[in-house]
């Protein structure tokens, strides 16, 4: 996960997503690099559009969460700390999404 990571972290910065890149970013992570996984990764990169697969990520469908009910009244103080955890919650399903994405392209 922290070589398809690193691949992200060097595509968002606008750099080249090269071996020499990503290794450099895994070793600033205290992360110990298998230089067959960094070659994988590298080559199955260049086939890859990463701003489409990123906007479909973005756009996929996510399975929702089972919906309990509410209580009748919540003070206004719980309301918005509940909503808080709704978009906590929402965007550890949009990083689920995209980490599953990428990890049926990498296997």
Same mark, same amino acid.
Request: glycine fraction near 6%; charged fraction near 30%; aromatic fraction near 4%.
């Given at each position: 996960?922290?070589?398809?990571?690193?691949?992200?972290?060097?595509?968002?910065?606008?750099?080249?997503?090269?071996?020499?890149? !990503?290794?450099?970013?895994? #070793?600033? %992570?205290? !992360?110990?690099?298998?230089?067959?996984?960094?070659?994988?990764?590298?080559?199955?990169?260049?086939?890859?559009?990463? %701003?489409?697969?990123?906007? &479909?990520?973005?756009?996929?469908?996510?399975?929702?969460?089972?919906? &309990?009910?509410?209580?009748?009244?919540?003070?206004?103080?719980? #309301?918005?700390?509940?909503?808080?955890?709704?978009?906590?919650?929402?965007? #550890?399903?949009?990083?689920?999404?995209?980490?599953?994405?990428?990890?049926?392209?990498?296997?």
């Amino acid at each position: 996960m922290e070589y398809i990571y690193a691949s992200l972290l060097l595509y968002k910065a606008g750099k080249e997503i090269s071996e020499e890149n !990503v290794k450099k970013v895994l #070793e600033a %992570a205290g !992360v110990e690099v298998d230089e067959v996984r960094v070659k994988s990764l590298v080559a199955a990169i260049k086939n890859i559009d990463i %701003a489409k697969v990123l906007e &479909q990520a973005a756009v996929a469908p996510v399975a929702a969460a089972p919906v &309990q009910a509410a209580p009748a009244a919540a003070p206004a103080g719980e #309301e918005k700390k509940g909503e808080e955890e709704k978009k906590e919650e929402s965007k #550890e399903l949009s990083e689920e999404a995209l980490s599953e994405g990428f990890s049926a392209l990498f296997g």
